[in-house]
């Protein structure tokens, strides 16, 4: 699970996720596996094109659990 997300500055969900990286403020991006990839696809293809690496593998509940949100999340991005 990613443990960076819980304890440094961090934005969860797609629109304030795509809003971090165009604006550069994102460092890495989390995409769930299990979330629509009509949602994760549009993420994972702005992040290749600002170069900012995206880590898959987690479950949505995963990272909801690790931004400590009660619900599941689609997308988390580390700032």
Same mark, same amino acid.
């Given at each position: ?21 165009? $604006? ?6 989390? @995409? ?8 994760? &696809?549009? !993420? =994972? ?9 995206? $880590? ?6 995963? @990272? ?8 599941? &999340?689609? !997308? =988390?991005?580390?700032?």
């Amino acid at each position: 699970m990613p443990e960076a997300l819980s304890s440094q500055k961090k934005v969860v969900g797609v629109k304030q996720s795509r809003k971090a990286i165009r $604006e550069g403020r994102a460092k890495r991006v989390y @995409l769930a596996s299990d979330a629509d990839p009509a949602i994760t &696809a549009p !993420v =994972a293809e702005e992040c290749a094109a600002a170069g900012i690496p995206v $880590e898959a593998g987690f479950t949505m509940a995963q @990272l909801g659990r690790a931004c400590r949100v009660p619900v599941g &999340a689609s !997308v =988390a991005v580390l700032l």
